[in-house]
């Protein structure tokens, strides 16, 4: 059994530094839901004294009833030539009203002479200070060592005295950054087994990606004895961003085992890792370690034979030990292998030589040269391989739509859309305004389904993505559409390709209509 | 001085196996060109034994004139109880007639025993057989160890004897593969080391990032004695990818001194990686260290402010050293700084404290809560700049757009646009039909304008993404349209949000349109 790491998060510190995030309150407050609620004992949630909506956040925080974790105000340490009691930083970070703040000092002898212009003494007289005036006001102090690293490569001393005035101050922790991302773990190893020897107290790892190393330089750092460890969600941050709290979390304690959180949480990491992204309103890499799409995705058709006979084979976890699932991806590289794997969930039946097996595959390739790709449409999959072994269902016929749209509005709409459709023969033709053309159309699709399919009002669309095939042929180009749709018990994704986005939405979301009439095994109603 | 670290691409094969991945024989000759090129001594291209695909490559690859590299084909070592010269897949590999030839056998005994189904020495034997006969055919090889490193963890006599049988039996290189990458860099180095001193011949590392240390274990293996390196471009690869190719360049060259690449491809790495990223028609990830857009971006304002002061603050290595370039990202976290910096460029003298300065910021803080983002969106930021500051220049006014759809198609036209615009006065109204209602408005605004502005010709729309910003609003939601244009001499972003997909892609149309206007200092030549 290994030394238990404590977790820390800065997602809404250091991961607010990231291109692109920009969080609102309430998008903070769900965020810190969803950590104490997997178990990450402390969260970072902003500067109160540099923004004014970290202090709003603080606000609300304050009545929010935790499970476990303890929230942490990030600042400054105090200015040059101000004293703590008069630092309006300071006073911030105290009026935050949080269990644990973390202060940031300099380390590195370098920023402290040529940017923080100051002498060397007088650094380490605001670091200690500063520490022990917030634990005179009764709060947990974490140190964040800026630029530790980096220190310690120019002036080892020097970087050890600015950890020793913090720790003789009070500090409870130490946390060790690497803040510009540029150290390797064999750089990492001795400078955390200094300062473990150097200070009392125990000792964290910040780690950036800017060579690719945070997750390496953060086992590292734990193997050389840092018991805090700090990350941010989908490895937001600064440049090129963080360590990855999830990913850390799994190579600390599945892989090392080091326990850093529940036993439940670890089980169930892809999908917080996928419930953190939809939270942030981001896309989670495909291929991100244990909780990407594809982390278990298998496509050459030898992996995936070996992989039947024993998953160990080309597995280096089993996927359900981080709550992930296997795949095997649809393509003219993953072979017939792959394509019957799927097909049998459907058709169980299905032999390699099967004729049926033949024409999907020959289909497959067809619609693949057109622009099509399965691999992240299973919806649509499974839809055509029931339309061509004879288990497809024509829930309704599909007549034509037109679809009208006015710049500047007409009667304050931009698009209308008029959509034809049969059931059982018997004809519907809505129309419906809509601030778009895909939503004029969505809309009047339902209203002319939902009267013989009342189950399709519980569906709603949660993501749509466009991509354009080939950009060379600019707004002629093909593009593929892909729709994500859920109800209350699961997901699924469909895909249109089409020149036209209108056209390739709707082919998506045709498909996302018949394939919640399948999962219902709906009948229709009768009509008026 | 350091070693010389051999570079080894294999995008074509292991590349080819990514989620996404499907490379026409064009593409790949393409790539191939491109790492030629830039000086990578060894490109992999695919198995000619299991993908017809591959064969009509090298049949055409014959054809190439290489500057430098050597092409490999790869493929399996000859099967269990087949004689090397009756083996279907080692001909297909001498067919390829490339001057080097890749064959991966197994070092892992549970590989052998449970998925080949052999016995140890039978194992063995297939390896020493395989090597000697290509040898015996002329070809340089490389024996790829598969599953090297947990071979080595579960039984390191039998890793390394595999290793010598290919030695023995002639191999030039023998590369160790972590296939499942599961291996951590402290247990790389060991049996890195270890297989060093087996065998005679030079050692190579191919790693995957399945728990985030591809580039970790790949410095860490050169570290320990390896000197050849694979990777693929933007780490495309099996699962969770590989080793991108690009940032362990920089990794090694610049910033631990083991040359491999020419300093003229070194300083152009960030601009390589891009082409890299164009040519197989995917997105290069923001955060990618060195080489992605965020590399040396920074975003919170005390890094700015650093930055200014000493590069060296926040920058582990000089962007330039890399091709790359700073930046400074506009946001309400950079703060003023940042948006000053980057409105200086287009007017100089604007100080923190003029008046427009304050406006600029008010209106860009207005428009990012409705959704707009000028992170990226460079060319739409300075539209807006030089409007509020009275630098802007209209070229033409937008009267407004009709845009039909059918489906089925009228007359074969899908989506039909009708555009009014007037320069100094004069109004022109133009149609256009086209595959979808952006390619129809996108022809019939160049139809309108481009009498007035014949140097339009000249651009064309490079890329084209669509962003869902609030995905719980279903197809109402806003979007966010991000175009990227083109002309001989360069690239521009322009930006629109709605909640009408066409209306926001019109924005950043227009946008675009008016910018190249801009960058050419256009005048409008008399309407006939």
């Not at 005036?133 to 980096?150: C, M, S, T």
């Not at 490569?153 to 913090?166: E, G, V």
Request: charged share 25%.
């Amino acid at each position: 059994m290994q030394k238990k790491i404590t977790l820390y998060d800065t997602t809404l510190r250091e991961g607010a530094q990231g291109e692109g995030a920009a969080f609102t309150v309430k998008d903070k407050l769900k965020i810190v839901g969803l950590l104490d609620e997997a178990g990450v004992p402390y969260i970072e949630c902003g500067n109160p004294g540099s923004n004014p909506k970290d202090r709003d956040f603080y606000a609300a925080a304050a009545k929010l009833k935790l499970r476990q974790a303890r929230l942490v105000a990030f600042g400054a340490t105090c200015r040059l030539g101000s004293s703590p009691e008069q630092d309006e930083n300071l006073k911030a970070l105290l009026a935050a009203n949080t269990p644990a703040v973390a202060v940031f000092g300099k380390c590195w002898d370098f920023h402290v002479t040529d940017i923080l212009r100051a002498t060397l003494e007088e650094n380490l007289k605001i670091i200690s200070d500063t520490v022990a005036y917030l634990k005179a006001n009764g709060r947990e102090v974490i140190f964040d060592a800026e630029h530790f690293f980096d220190g310690y490569k120019h002036n080892p001393d020097y970087a050890l005295a600015a950890l020793r005035a913090a720790a003789q101050a009070g500090a409870d922790w130490v946390c060790l950054c690497d803040t510009n991302g540029g150290s390797f773990p064999h750089e990492i190893g001795p400078a955390v087994r200094a300062a473990c020897g150097a200070v009392d107290c125990p000792v964290g790892i910040h780690c950036h990606d800017d060579t690719g190393m945070a997750q390496a330089d953060t086992v590292e750092a734990v193997r050389a004895g840092a018991t805090m460890a700090q990350g941010t969600l989908c490895g937001l941050g600064e440049r090129c961003g963080n360590t990855d709290l999830w990913v850390m979390a799994a190579n600390l304690q599945v892989k090392l085992g080091y326990p850093c959180l529940p036993e439940s949480s670890i089980t169930r990491l892809a999908a917080l890792a996928q419930l953190s992204a939809e939270t942030m309103n981001i896309t989670l890499y495909s291929g991100s370690p244990y909780v990407g799409r594809n982390a278990f995705a298998h496509k050459a058709g030898m992996h995936i034979d070996a992989v039947k006979k024993d998953p160990r084979s080309f597995e280096h976890v089993p996927p359900e030990a981080v709550g992930a699932k296997r795949q095997f991806l649809l393509s003219e590289i993953s072979g017939r292998m792959a394509v019957l794997q799927r097909a049998r969930q459907i058709l169980p039946e299905l032999t390699k030589d099967s004729p049926e097996t033949r024409n999907i595959l020959s289909e497959l390739k067809a619609l693949e040269n057109r622009g099509y790709q399965f691999e992240g449409a299973d919806a649509s999959f499974e839809l055509l391989v029931r339309r061509m072994t004879g288990l497809g269902h024509t829930y309704f016929d599909l007549k034509g739509f037109k679809v009208i749209i006015n710049e500047p509005a007409l009667d304050g709409h931009v698009a209308s859309a008029m959509v034809e459709i049969a059931v059982n023969g018997e004809e519907e033709i809505s129309a419906a305004v809509g601030n778009g053309p895909v939503n004029a159309l969505d809309k009047a699709a339902r209203r002319a389904l939902e009267r013989f399919y009342p189950s399709l009002k519980t569906m709603h669309l949660s993501d749509f993505k466009v991509r354009v095939l080939d950009s060379s042929d600019t707004t002629a180009a093909l593009v593929r559409v892909i729709i994500e749709s859920s109800d209350e018990t699961g997901s699924w994704t469909t895909i249109g390709v089409s020149s036209d986005v209108i056209e390739a939405s709707w082919q998506a979301l045709v498909d996302s209509l018949e394939y919640k009439l399948l999962r219902d095994q709906a009948q229709p109603q009768a009509g008026e």
